[in-house]
């Protein structure tokens, strides 16, 4: 979304792409919190059925929309890449720090623009590709191969951000053929649809506060993809995207107040290459969109 010069309130929109990210911090902390008491697959899907209820307010507008088989496929394979990707976020953030977590995801919008260029036939100017270059080595020196063990979690947020990436490659389909209330709701609901076989197959009976916690989940991730949508109406994307690199400091805090993570150095610095990379990829992203070359 692009905002005009008239209508950009800059402040405004730090103010809430800030707030954006205490509520993704927020999500992080709170599955933290949750942990391997429940699999993974489970916890999920619980998150995901317990956040239907903010559904309601979409109900009109995905009644009035036009489901074309078109649509219905774009959105299925959404759903069926952006499951896997739920699902193995919450695997991973039950086995490495917040921080990772939080450094490692910033590689989607970088894997975003390696899917559009091959997949969607984009060109990649030169510094995009040492963008993407930068981001990569960013992401050598988070894990740092053959000096530290990478474990399964590690591997599981790689494997994350890949299927988010392949997730907004969907939404770009969809964004011209739906409203964006429309495209939420079906995420919603294809997501709860597609983790319900994989919870069950691993089915423990959850506790209250399980329940209450996962819908802390739901709650907070629904506020921040709300704040994240007003940011991007006030403001341009560069003032918005440099903002989100705060998360990061936020999970670095969190994660040594809250769970006695160890403040990892190399952790920070990989983040900040990889945050800068995908910062300079939205950034002339955007600069190629005004000047109508996109």
């Given amino acids: 979304m692009q905002t005009s010069a008239d209508n950009s309130k800059p402040l405004v929109g730090a103010l809430w792409m800030l707030a954006t990210g205490f509520c993704f911090v927020g999500v992080t902390a709170t599955v933290k919190v949750v942990g391997d008491s429940l699999p993974a697959a489970q916890a999920a899907f619980l998150r995901y059925v317990l956040g239907l209820v903010f559904l309601i307010p979409m109900i009109g507008p ?51 623009t390696i899917g559009a260029a091959i997949f969607l036939g984009e060109r990649l100017a030169a510094r995009r590709i040492a963008a993407v270059v930068a981001a990569l080595v960013g992401a050598a020196i988070i894990l740092r191969p053959g000096l530290r063990e990478i474990g399964p979690g590690h591997t599981g947020m790689l494997f994350t951000a890949v299927m988010f990436a392949a997730s907004y490659l969907l939404t770009g389909k969809l964004s011209g053929k739906i409203g964006a209330t429309a495209i939420v709701g079906m995420l919603s609901v294809t997501v709860t649809i597609g983790l319900a076989p994989l919870a069950f197959a691993v089915w423990i009976p959850p506790t209250l506060e399980q329940l209450v916690w996962l819908f802390i989940v739901a709650a907070l991730a629904t506020a921040g993809h709300y704040t994240m949508t007003r940011a991007f109406a006030v403001a341009p994307l560069s003032v918005t995207q440099p903002v989100t690199f705060l998360q990061l400091v936020w999970s670095v805090l969190l994660g040594w107040a809250l769970f006695a993570e160890a403040v990892d150095v190399w952790v920070i610095v990989g983040g900040v290459v990889i945050m800068a990379a995908a910062s300079f990829i939205a950034l002339r992203e955007a600069q190629l969109r005004r000047e109508g070359r996109v």
């Fill in 62 to 112: 995905m009644r009035a929309t036009r489901w074309t088989r078109e649509i219905l496929l774009l959105g299925g394979a959404r759903g069926v890449v952006h499951t896997l990707g739920v699902a193995m976020w919450f695997f991973a953030m039950a086995r490495i720090p917040m921080a990772e977590v939080t450094a490692m995801g910033y590689l989607t919008p970088v894997y975003v």
